[in-house]
C-alpha cells in the first residue's frame, strides 16, 4: 500500500512540474527561514565544548541592588577581590583563575612593529583551567613566571613577522616591558574567547597578572587604587572555577555562596547594597542576553520569527495544494466509489505532501549552506558546521518534517476525503473546502507577512536614524585621548589648550 502510494505520489509530481516546484520552493522558504533560527540557536547552545572540562568550569556570578532602589545589577564580571575570598572558604575547589581586562586598545610594541590589541590579564591557573590550543610555549605554564605574556597566532606574526616569537620582548602601554612565551592559534567558535559579537572575553594577548597590576600602579592615580581595595561595587573580570570531578557540586557552592557576602563585604557597604553570589556553567555564558524582549530571550525571538515565516508557507501551500484538488476531485470520486475509505485518501495525499516537504527540506538545506557565506561576512558567525554535525539535528529534522507535512498537507485531503462521490462525479465545477476556512487561511497569511513586513519596516528605518544620528558616523569624528596627568605630568587644562591650537580640532572637553 505504502508503494502504491508513493508512485502515485511521484507520478502525480511529475504530472505537474510547475505547481510541485512552486510547492517545494514555498515550503523551502519557509523552512529555511525555521533551520537558520535553529542553527544559530544551537550553535550558541554549543558554545566552548572544544574544552576538556567544559562540565566542570563554571563562573563566578553577583548580583547587586542597592537599598535605595536606584540601581540594580547582576552578571559574571565580579570584583577581583572575590577569587581570594573564595579560596580561602572552599579549598575543596580544583583551580581558580581570574581574567580581567586590562585595555581592548592596548598598545604593544616589538623592536621593529606595533600594534593596538584586546590584553588580558589572568592567573596562572588559568591555562590549567582552559586547554588552549597552543602553538608555541608551555600550554600550562606560560604565564607562571613574572613579566609573561602569550600572543595569539595573528599578533605574533604582525609584531615579529616570521620570527619565532618565543622569548621576545614587548613594550606594553609604554610602561611593561615583556617576554612572550606562548602563541595560541585560532580558537574554535563558538567561544566565549571568540570573534563573535556575543563573545564575552575575546583576547589578542594573555598577560601574567603581576603585568596588569604595573600597569594599573603606572596609570591609577595612587588614591584611587587605595579605594579600589575594598571596591565591591567594581566589576573587574571574570572568575573561573574549576570544580572537582566528585565532591563539591554547582549546586551545593550555590547553597554555601548565600553568606559570601555577610562574611567578606565590610557592614558599611553592606548597608547601602544587598549582594547575591552564585555560579553558573561556562556554557551559560553565550546562550545568556542582556536584552530581551517581554522576556523573551534573542534566541527564542528568532525561532518565534522563522515559526511564523514557516506558517506563511505551510499556508500559502495549503491554498495551492486545496485550488489544484479541485482538477483531482473526479479521480478521488471514482476511487470512492470503488470502495476508498476517506483515510485512504488522505493518507495517499499525506504522502505526496511528505514527498514534497523532503524535497522542500533538500533545498532548504542547500540554501542555508550558500547562506552562510553571508552570515560571516555580516555577523561573523556560520552557524552550519554546529548544524550539520550536532546530534540533535536530526530528530529535529524529522520532527520537523512531519509537522510541516501535517500542518501544510492535512486540509487539501481532508477536503478531498469528504467529497460526496456522486457530485464528484458530475463535472470539474465541484466545490471544494469551506469558504470561510479559505479565507482564515488566506486572512493568516497575508496578517501575518504584513506583520513581518511592517517590523522589518521599522527595524529599517530606526537603524537609518541611528547611523544618521549616530556619534560614530558624525561627519566630525569624536576621539579620545588616554592622558593621566599624573603619568604624563601635562594638566589637563594645558593638554585642551594645546589641542586647540590644531586647525581641525573644533572642540575639547575633558
Known amino acids: 500500500m505504502v508503494r502504491h502510494y508513493l508512485a502515485h505520489g511521484f507520478r502525480s509530481i511529475r504530472g505537474s512540474p510547475v505547481a510541485s516546484s512552486i510547492s517545494i520552493l514555498t515550503l523551502a522558504l519557509g523552512l529555511v527561514s525555521i533551520l537558520t533560527a535553529y542553527a544559530f540557536r544551537d550553535f550558541w547552545t554549543h558554545s ?28 559574571e564580571w565580579v570584583p577581583e577581590r572575590a577569587a581570594q575570598y573564595l579560596r580561602v572558604d572552599f579549598p575543596q575547589i580544583e583551580r581558580i583563575a581570574r581574567a580581567i581586562v586590562i585595555d581592548r586598545n592596548a598598545s604593544v610594541v616589538s623592536d621593529g612593529a606595533g600594534a593596538r590589541l584586546v590584553a ?9 583551567i582552559f586547554d588552549l590550543p597552543f602553538l608555541a610555549g608551555d600550554s600550562r605554564r606560560a604565564l607562571d613566571s613574572p613579566g609573561s605574556v602569550v600572543l595569539t597566532e595573528r599578533y605574533a ?21 615583556a617576554t612572550v612565551t606562548g602563541v595560541i592559534g585560532a580558537i574554535r567558535e563558538p567561544s566565549h574567547f571568540g570573534r563573535t559579537s556575543r563573545a564575552v572575553l575575546p583576547f589578542d594577548l594573555l598577560a601574567s597578572n603581576d603585568v596588569r597590576e ?23 573580570g571574570l572568575t573561573y572555577l574549576l570544580l572537582p570531578k566528585t565532591g563539591l557540586s554547582a549546586a551545593t557552592l550555590t547553597a554555601e555562596l548565600e553568606t559570601f557576602a555577610a562574611r567578606h563585604i565590610p557592614s558599611e557597604t553592606l548597608k547601602r547594597a544587598s549582594y547575591r553570589f552564585g555560579v ?31 506558517g506563511i508557507a505551510c499556508a500559502n501551500y495549503a491554498n495551492l495544494a486545496t485550488a489544484r484538488s479541485v ?33 522542500a527540506l533538500a533545498v532548504a538545506i542547500v540554501l542555508l549552506l550558500i547562506a552562510a557565506r553571508f552570515f560571516t561576512a555580516l555577523l561573523g558567525v556560520d552557524p552550519t558546521p554546529t548544524l550539520l ?7 529535529f529534522l524529522l520532527v520537523l518534517s512531519i509537522g510541516v507535512t501535517f500542518a501544510a498537507g492535512f486540509y487539501p485531503p481532508f477536503v478531498l476525503a469528504h467529497v460526496d462521490p456522486s457530485v464528484a462525479l458530475e463535472g470539474s465545477q465541484t466545490r471544494l473546502g469551506s469558504k470561510p476556512l479559505t479565507a482564515l ?11 513581518l513586513l511592517i517590523a522589518v519596516t521599522v527595524v529599517t528605518l530606526a537603524n537609518e536614524r541611528l547611523e544618521r544620528i549616530g556619534l560614530g558616523t558624525a561627519e566630525d569624528p569624536l576621539v579620545v585621548i588616554d592622558a593621566w596627568s599624573h603619568v604624563t605630568g601635562v594638566q589637563p587644562a594645558t593638554l585642551a589648550e594645546q589641542l586647540l591650537r590644531v586647525p581641525q580640532v573644533k572642540k575639547v572637553a575633558g
Do not use: C
Request: overall charge negative; cysteine-free.
Open 48 to 75: 566552548d565544548e572544544r574544552f576538556a572540562n567544559i562540565d566542570r568550569i563554571h563562573v563566578l556570578t553577583m548580583s547587586i541592588a542597592s537599598r535605595d532602589g536606584l540601581y540594580a545589577d547582576e552578571g
Open 157 to 177: 606574526r604582525t609584531l615579529f613577522g616570521d620570527q619565532d616569537p618565543i622569548g621576545k620582548h614587548v613594550v606594553m602601554q609604554n610602561i611593561v616591558d
Open 120 to 128: 588580558v590579564g589572568v592567573d596562572p591557573d588559568f591555562l590549567r
Open 214 to 236: 604595573r600597569i594599573v600602579a603606572a596609570t591609577v592615580d595612587p588614591a584611587l587604587q587605595r579605594r579600589w581595595t575594598e571596591n565591591w561595587l567594581g566589576q573587574d
Open 327 to 359: 482538477q483531482r476531485a473526479r479521480e478521488v470520486g471514482v476511487r470512492k466509489a470503488l470502495g476508498a475509505s476517506p483515510a485512504q485518501i488522505t493518507a495517499q495525499s499525506l504522502v505526496e505532501a511528505a514527498l514534497l516537504t523532503t524535497a
Open 389 to 395: 554535525t550536532g546530534p540533535d539535528v536530526w530528530p
Open 280 to 310: 553558573e556553567p561556562l556554557r551559560a555564558l553565550l546562550t545568556q542576553s542582556d536584552v530581551e524582549i517581554a522576556g523573551v530571550s534573542p534566541a527564542t525571538a528568532l525561532l518565534l520569527l522563522g515559526a511564523l515565516v514557516l
Open 441 to 451: 487561511l488566506v486572512g493568516s497569511q497575508f496578517a501575518i507577512a504584513s506583520f
